[in-house]
């Protein structure tokens, strides 16, 4: 069945630094879609990916999707305290079982 | 104001005991889904349902039940048979079903089994 696998699992970086989080998915994917989770909380909707190649940003989030859509990229710039959380993928296979597959997520905390 | 409630939050049983845990949306969505979610891991879907009346396995399926007998309710039940149900519960719901619409989730139920 359709995986996919995020890293790294863990990410610990000073405030201001940069982070990103990478999503692979082992299928062709007609849509990519990023979620936050904070610590204790339940995952927030942050974007949706669905052109070849696509790039979208909010404030200090760059979101991409692969050329091949099989892959996906997360970049924070000068993370900040509020940023800590668990940052997810979600795929949405292209061929038939359209169920939308969770990535591992990866846990972000900042030293401040 | 519009949303997923799940309640309880927090949820102890004992083992051998069934439980029934709660998902309610006022959001007219017709997608409901239940996800399992154990320390430092992702989502794995359980059940989902795209219309009233109708659900579908999800990938861990054994030792649940669930039932859409209203749009806005899609309860889940954890039984006896499902051997190690401590875990953070997480329901949500879209509009669209699951083809490239926004899940919204419920602030979750943390069963825990003694």
């Known amino acids: 069945g359709q995986q996919v696998m995020q890293i790294p699992q863990y990410q610990h970086v000073q405030e201001g630094e940069d982070f990103t989080t990478y999503c692979n998915s082992s299928?062709?994917?007609?849509?990519i879609q990023w979620y936050k989770q904070r610590p204790g909380g339940h995952p927030v909707f942050l974007i949706q990916l669905v052109k070849s190649g696509e790039v979208k940003k909010q404030k200090r989030l760059t979101f991409q999707f692969g050329e091949a859509k099989k892959n996906s990229s997360l970049h924070i710039t000068a993370t900040q305290t509020t940023d800590v959380g668990t940052y997810f993928c979600?795929?949405?296979?292209?061929?038939?079982?359209?169920?939308?597959?969770f990535g591992t997520g990866t846990r972000l905390t900042i030293i401040p | 104001d519009g949303g997923i409630t799940q309640s309880p939050k927090y949820l102890f049983r004992k083992e051998g005991q069934n439980v029934t845990l709660s998902c309610e949306q006022n959001?007219?969505?017709?997608?409901m889904y239940w996800y399992r979610q154990d320390p430092g891991q992702g989502l794995r879907l359980i059940y989902y349902?795209?219309?009233?009346?109708?659900?579908q396995k999800g990938d861990i399926a054994e030792g649940y039940s669930v039932s859409r007998e209203k749009k806005e309710s899609f309860p889940l039940t954890v039984t006896s048979a499902q051997k190690n149900p401590t875990a953070f519960y997480l329901c949500?719901?879209?509009?669209?079903?699951?083809?490239?619409?926004?899940?919204?989730f419920g602030p979750g139920t943390r069963l825990t089994v003694l």
């Open positions: 299928t062709t994917l007609s849509n």
């Open positions: 979600a795929g949405l296979s292209n061929f038939g079982n359209e169920k939308l597959t």
């Open positions: 349902s795209q219309i009233v009346n109708d659900f």
């Open positions: 959001l007219n969505h017709d997608a």
């Open positions: 949500a719901s879209s509009s669209l079903g699951l083809r490239t619409d926004t899940q919204y």
